[in-house]
């Protein structure tokens, strides 16, 4: 539903280097990459499918499938990593539950606010699921990069991902109320991480214009890969 959930579609299981997932993980039984992608992920909105719940038995279902899998992600995160990349996955990864917490309790006003806009909102998830993979295959790319460089090409992705998701939602959406509670919920979920991270690599700077075109031999193999693995990669390189 928003470009804020899709976790930063960091996806692919090798970062440049040589490193890879498997060398930030504990050296503890069940700390891999096969068993980081069994939690799922059909808590990022618009990635698998193009249309999310719009009424409220839809949403009952919908949040007990998501929050099991956040939940299944936090437990990896504290058991298998340390350092920055257990920061930013908990962190990010809280702030969604957080979200879910609000628009899945019956008795709060973005509940509410949720089911008056999704009809909107989806009337724009193709589209939106049409940026959040190219997205996917985008940060594939980000985390083949240099290692100080990954940090940047993953920012200028992701507002590329922004720019895209708002136009698809203009295009088909016009309710004021349904883009708030589309942006509302982004800026909650990455503004602590992105402010901190992205500082120097915002449109319109030139900053992104300027980094070279990263090679997209591998693109296809994005497909292949989850979350939680690459984003802990590309974490690692924030320090």
Do not use: W
């Not at 257990?86 to 309790?105: P, S």
């Amino acid at each position: 539903m928003n470009r804020a959930i899709a976790i930063l579609c960091f996806g692919l299981a090798c970062a440049a280097g040589g490193v890879s997932g498997s060398a930030i993980y504990k050296d503890v039984k069940g700390c891999s990459s096969a068993e980081a992608e069994k939690c799922g992920y059909d808590f990022v909105p618009f990635f698998l499918q193009p249309k999310l719940a719009d009424d409220a038995k839809g949403l009952a279902t919908q949040c007990t499938l998501f929050k099991g899998q956040l939940k299944c992600g936090e437990n990896f995160a504290v058991k298998c990593l340390d350092g920055l990349p257990k920061g930013v996955i908990l962190l990010m990864l809280r702030a969604a539950v957080d979200e879910y917490d609000t628009f899945c309790n019956t008795t709060h006003p973005k509940n509410k606010e949720y089911l008056d806009s999704i009809k909107c909102i989806n009337q724009a998830g193709p589209g939106i699921q049409k940026c959040m993979s190219d997205m996917f295959v985008a940060l594939h790319r980000a985390s083949k990069a240099p290692d100080r460089q990954q940090i940047p090409y993953s920012c200028c992705y992701y507002h590329d991902f922004v720019e895209c998701a708002e136009g698809a939602l203009s295009s088909k959406c016009k309710l004021p109320a349904a883009k708030k509670f589309f942006n509302d919920i982004i800026e909650h979920v990455f503004g602590e991480v992105l402010n901190l991270a992205c500082s120097k690599y915002k449109k319109g700077t030139g900053a992104c214009e300027a980094l070279p075109v990263l090679p997209t031999k591998d693109d296809s193999k994005a497909r292949d890969k989850g979350f939680i693995d690459p984003l802990a990669v590309i974490a690692s390189k924030l320090g």
